[in-house]
């Protein structure tokens, strides 16, 4: 079998954990998510699209799925890339 040396292993946040972790919306960054205990430090962290999220809120992460970057536009927030 063939390991890709250069493969990227992401820690996974849906938009729903943050709509949970942030009710009032605002910044969202890494070191908020590592401090609410939703990632560890160790990894990059990628936002996935799995539920639904209705807070405005400016996410900044190292990776976003094309879902999750909708989901969060349409509830009117934005995404920065790291």
Do not use: C, M, W
């Amino acid at each position: 079998g063939f390991k890709n040396p250069a493969r990227i292993e992401y820690q996974a946040v849906n938009v729903s954990t943050i709509n949970a972790l942030f009710p009032k919306g605002g910044d969202v960054t890494v070191a908020d998510l590592i401090a609410k205990g939703a990632v560890r430090d160790s990894l990059p962290v990628k936002v996935l699209g799995n539920g639904d999220i209705a807070v405005k809120v400016s996410v900044t992460a190292h990776a976003f799925s094309a879902s999750a970057v909708e989901k969060i536009a349409a509830a009117g927030g934005s995404t920065a890339t790291l």
